[in-house]
């Protein structure tokens, strides 16, 4: 059980396997800004986006989820890891993120179901064939043995690609319903081979792609999962992600990243029993490897309730967007940095480009209408 009551949001945090120390506990969460290249490389704008949280003190920043397939690709703007031709300018964006003492994770994916066919020229792939509505066939294609042997070794070789660039680690995208947290679910794989049935075995499709990888990487490389814990559309359950806790744990990941969007409310499966999801997983399970918890996270007070909580490291996305400084503002107890709306020029002004301010127009009352 973690019990961290004495822990600070501000004091440092050592990785146990590896020995890196970060110096404060506060995560910049991967967030979609589709400021990349159509040809998947990463842009001088999303490099700023990124070094400016690390100037800002963040103790460790994750970038946008990048795709490890070509025809994995979920969105306009994103950057890729699937091509050598990416390496030199990630060198860059590495050097501007450790010139400010600060560790920096790629978070890798595959949108499989979610890479739509408009984008790839191909019918989304994912663990069965399902409806999905950005296939022109109303249907995703069932990935076969050789498909998800192909697409572990996409997953691999990105890994590799963060190593050459110097990155610190990176983060597997389990959550949100991408390719991994697809195979995760009840309802989206429907397979009855080695790759489908109880948890375990939906599990499978993760656990190789982090075997493959920590066969690759050196030692000192962080290897984490992130998480869901619970998408009821895909059938993923609280128990189930309880029991691939456990699974990840034995598989010595260097953390597991629970993606909440509200870390202070209670578990849909659960709603009478008071404890928080991140508590579920602290209060349930031993030897849980280091946890990062994102979710709805805006203050110094709520940094410290999810530490409180048992949380180790404190992920955040949309309050790092207008605050840069978030990291370093932290040594406040009583920082209360403003909520939305933001102004245009406000967004602007903390190294947001014109495609990013767009983009969060869709977040309902996140950009202030100016019209």
């Known amino acids: 059980m973690h019990q961290n009551h004495q822990v600070k949001p501000s004091d ?3 990785f146990s396997r590896t020995g890196i120390t970060v110096k404060n506990r506060s995560v910049l969460a991967a967030m979609t800004n589709k400021q990349s290249h159509e040809d998947g490389s990463i842009s001088d704008q999303e490099i700023r986006w990124l070094s400016r949280r690390a100037e800002g003190g963040f103790g460790i920043i994750t970038t946008a989820a990048t795709n490890v397939s070509k025809n994995g690709k979920g969105w ?8 050598d031709r990416y390496i030199d300018k990630l060198i860059e964006l590495v050097s501007s993120v450790h010139d400010n003492d600060c560790l920096i994770f790629a978070q890798l994916f ?3 179901m979610r890479a739509p066919e408009s984008l790839t020229g191909k019918i989304p792939i994912s663990a069965s064939k399902i409806p999905c509505k950005e296939s022109s066939s109303g249907f995703t294609y069932s990935a076969s ?5 192909s697409i572990i070794q996409d997953f691999t070789l990105a890994a590799e690609r963060c190593v050459k660039s110097g990155f610190d680690g990176i983060e597997l995208h389990g959550a949100h319903g991408y390719l991994i947290s697809q195979f995760l679910g009840r309802k989206t794989n429907l397979r009855n081979d080695a790759w489908g049935g109880g948890i375990r075995s939906r599990a499978k499709f993760l656990i190789e792609i982090l075997r493959s990888i920590k066969k690759l990487v050196p030692k000192s490389f962080i290897v984490g999962v992130r998480i ?5 559309e895909l059938g993923i359950s609280l128990d189930d992600s309880i029991d691939l806790a456990k699974i990840l744990r034995d598989e010595e990941i260097d953390f597991l990243h629970l993606s909440c969007w509200d870390s202070f409310k209670r578990a849909n499966q659960y709603p009478d029993d008071p404890r928080t999801l991140t508590q579920w997983f602290t209060n349930n399970i031993s030897d849980l490897p280091p946890v990062i918890s994102t979710g709805g996270i805006w203050s110094a007070v709520d940094a410290k309730n999810v530490i409180d909580q048992g949380a180790d490291l404190i992920g955040v996305a949309r309050a790092g967007i207008p605050h840069p400084d978030w990291g370093k503002s932290l040594q406040k107890e009583k920082y209360d940095p403003p909520k939305p709306p933001f102004t245009a020029k406000q967004l602007s002004d903390a190294d947001l480009g014109d495609v990013f301010i767009d983009y969060m127009r869709n ?4 950009v202030k209408n100016e019209q």
């Open 12 to 14: 440092p945090f050592t």
């Open 76 to 83: 306009d703007g994103e950057f890729g890891l699937y091509d």
């Open 110 to 112: 595959h949108g499989g």
């Open 145 to 149: 043995d050789q498909d998800i042997n």
């Open 228 to 232: 869901s814990p619970e998408i009821e």
């Open 363 to 366: 977040w309902k009352g996140f």
